[in-house]
């Protein structure tokens, strides 16, 4: 992801998470604020949004800020400080999807079966990642985002939500629930996570369903990548379990 799609992504997240917003602010903040969000370098984007919130502790902005800096860290691989960013937005504002999905959606991707934490980690983005799915259907369009622009970010983050729980349950050895999940975000979707078509289709062959373990794999081959051969080697291994017709 380019700084400049990260920022573009950012503003049109925030508007959505300021609708209803009436508190005024004075230009300064509201010029800092802006600042922000148009600085495309990442060290200056960290210099100004830890400014900002040193600043401007108590801001009805400061809630887009720690979003703003979480996906900065996030671009920069970062784990602690997108962690410690989510934590500070979501106790100012619990419902905001961007965090809960992305978040969500991280934790089982870096999951380590040997930390610590492991199992609370998998419990804190499952919980993420099914509040997201509650509260993106009542999520209120702001009048400066279009009818196809909202319901393409709606449908974007329900995607990263169902993927988030579908790599949950599959770190669980859950593979039905994970296959469920997964079927939501890559059966409609033109654009699939190619480790999401992977894991389904290790969903499907430990269900005993491997014709449909092939066709998930083979989605999966044709898209480049790290996982590119070991799809291509899943699809033909799933072939040949695939029971002769009668």
């Given at each position: ?15 959505v ?10 230009p ?6 802006k ?10 984007k ?35 400080n ?16 961007d965090?809960?999905a ?12 040997d ?26 369009k702001?009048?400066?985002v279009t ?15 169902h ?6 349950y ?7 629930n994970?296959?469920?999940?997964l ?9 699939p ?19 449909d373990?092939?066709?998930a794999?083979?989605?999966?081959g044709q ?9 291509k080697q ?13």
């Amino acid at each position: 992801m380019q700084s400049g799609e990260m920022s573009q992504r950012e503003m049109q997240m925030d508007n959505v998470n300021r609708v209803g917003q009436s508190e005024p602010v004075d230009p300064k903040q509201e010029a800092a604020y802006k600042q922000f969000f148009r600085a495309n370098e990442p060290a200056k984007k960290i210099q100004l949004g830890t400014s900002f919130l040193e600043k401007y502790p108590k801001s009805p902005y400061a809630e887009a800020v720690d979003v703003g800096l979480m996906n900065v860290y996030y671009d920069e691989r970062d784990w602690k400080n997108v962690y410690a960013f989510a934590d500070s937005a979501l106790a100012l504002k619990p419902d905001d999807i961007d965090v809960l999905a992305t978040v969500g959606w991280l934790i089982p991707h870096i999951y380590h079966p040997d930390d610590a934490d492991a199992d609370q980690q998998l419990d804190k983005a499952e919980t993420y990642a099914k509040h997201a799915i509650e509260v993106i259907p009542a999520m209120a369009k702001p009048p400066d985002v279009t009818d196809a622009e909202f319901a393409a970010l709606k449908a974007q983050k329900l995607i990263q939500a169902h993927s988030a729980l579908g790599l949950v349950y599959f770190r669980r050895d859950d593979f039905q629930n994970s296959m469920t999940e997964l079927q939501q975000s890559t059966l409609s979707n033109p654009n699939p996570d190619a480790t999401d078509l992977y894991v389904l289709g290790v969903d499907y062959e430990n269900l005993k369903r491997f014709a449909d373990a092939a066709a998930a794999y083979n989605r999966c081959g044709q898209l480049a990548g790290p996982l590119q051969d070991r799809c291509k080697q899943g699809a033909d291994a799933a072939k040949a379990q695939v029971p002769p017709s009668k």
